[in-house]
């Protein structure tokens, strides 16, 4: 079987149930729960035998060591960690614990399961990692895109963890030689996306009649990745990926926060239009930058592309119309999240807490 952590959080969640639609190979799930992480998002696999969920933290080392033991995966995928950029300005803390220390410990624990293994069953054993673009820091307009041989410059507390995590696991490779994958990949958006991330804040915000937030004057560029183009990378890496190589992934979607915002308006003014005839785009409202806010990424996935043959299925244009009709699809999903109910939710469907 597979292991993943942090499976119930929105890459998590959407990598194991496509997992779970293509393969018969089962899936262990550990995570946290934190105010991220839902299992309503895994509703339908609820019951499903190939999937076993366990609540705890990648930082209780023994915890995972008798996870790792009882299971016995051939492959451990990480998506837990702290994701919210904003949450680590105002409390780095949790980023601190969990994308350093938790890793650290989760690596720990990996270091002891993999070193008895059986010849056959180490040369197939994989970590993978999964990380982000915001580790190599910030890009001005006509800089050329990150591949993997920048120089991690990480400005956030967020993106600061990230690459000290990414460096742990690159040195558990050179040191103890544990077999690591690393992802960095670009912004992700897509179903069961956190209502505090840009695309859904927007989505929820405008059908609410709420303002639209923009930071800055929103020239800020990001390049969008359909979620489950992410998780067909993350499959095609595990499965062909070179040990110790790291693999940018990215959707070819460079895009200002503006441009992002307005087209999600016009897709809804289309699917939903408000009942006073007005854009949604006359809620888009201008605050305060974010502390040090990146102005560009960019990503070249030429590495990916080239050598693994990878690509991406979704143009922004498809992807966003499906995530948005996703999200008018499952209004009572949204609802349970803002309204903090999902966590009652899995209290009561999962006895949990
Ligand atoms: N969202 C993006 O656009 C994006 C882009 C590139 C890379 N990433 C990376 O992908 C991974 C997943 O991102 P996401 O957007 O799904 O994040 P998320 O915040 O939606 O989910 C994180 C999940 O991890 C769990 N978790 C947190 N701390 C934990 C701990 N100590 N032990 C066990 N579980 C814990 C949470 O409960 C949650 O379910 C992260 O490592 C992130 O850095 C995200």
């Known amino acids: ?39 309503q998002s895994l509703a339908s696999a609820a019951n499903d035998p190939r999937h076993v969920f366990v609540k705890g933290d990648i930082g209780d080392a023994e915890l995972v060591g ?6 016995r995966p051939r492959a451990v995928i990480n998506f837990a960690a702290e994701s919210h950029v904003d949450r680590s300005i105002h409390g780095p803390e949790e980023f601190i614990q969990t ?84 992802t960095n ?30 930071y800055g004057d929103g020239e800020q560029i990001r390049d969008w990745l359909y979620v489950q183009d992410h998780c067909s990378a993350i499959r095609r890496v595990l499965e062909a990926g070179q040990i110790g190589e790291c693999y940018n992934i990215g959707g070819w979607n460079e895009l200002t926060n503006l441009t992002v915002v ?8 289309d699917l939903k239009p408000r009942d006073d005839g007005l854009s949604y785009a006359s809620q888009l409202t201008f605050v305060e930058d974010r502390l040090g806010h990146d102005r560009r990424y960019a990503i070249d996935a030429t590495k990916l592309s080239a050598d693994l043959g990878w690509r991406p299925s979704e143009t922004f244009d498809t992807g966003i119309r499906k995530t948005i009709q996703w999200n008018l699809d ?22 949990t807490s």
């Open 262 to 269: 307005n087209t999600v308006c016009s897709i809804l003014d």
């Open 1 to 39: 079987m597979i292991f993943v952590t942090g499976g119930a959080g929105f890459i998590g969640s959407n990598f194991v149930l496509e997992w779970l639609a293509r393969t018969d190979e089962p899936i262990a799930n550990l995570d946290k729960l934190t105010y991220a992480g839902n299992l």
């Open 99 to 182: 994308n350093i220390v938790g890793t650290f410990r989760l690596l720990e624990a990996l270091r002891d399961y993999y070193r008895p293994l059986p010849d056959a069953e180490k040369s197939a054993f994989r970590f993978l990692h999964v990380s982000t673009d915001e580790v190599y820091g910030s890009l001005e307009r006509g800089d050329a895109p990150f591949r993997e041989d920048n120089p991690y410059q990480p400005n956030s507390p967020y993106s600061a963890t990230k690459a000290a995590s990414d460096h742990l696991v690159r040195a558990y490779h050179h040191t103890y030689g544990l077999p690591v994958l690393t």
């Open 330 to 351: 499952n209004l009572d999903w949204v609802k349970n999240v803002t309204s903090g109910a999902y966590q009652h939710w899995v209290d009561k469907q999962y006895g």
């Open 185 to 214: 990949c670009s912004n992700n958006y897509g179903p069961y996306h956190f209502p505090e991330k840009l695309i859904p804040l927007c989505i929820h915000n405008a059908l609410a009649g709420k303002p639209l937030p923009i």
């Open 66 to 71: 008798r996870l790792l033991a009882t299971y």
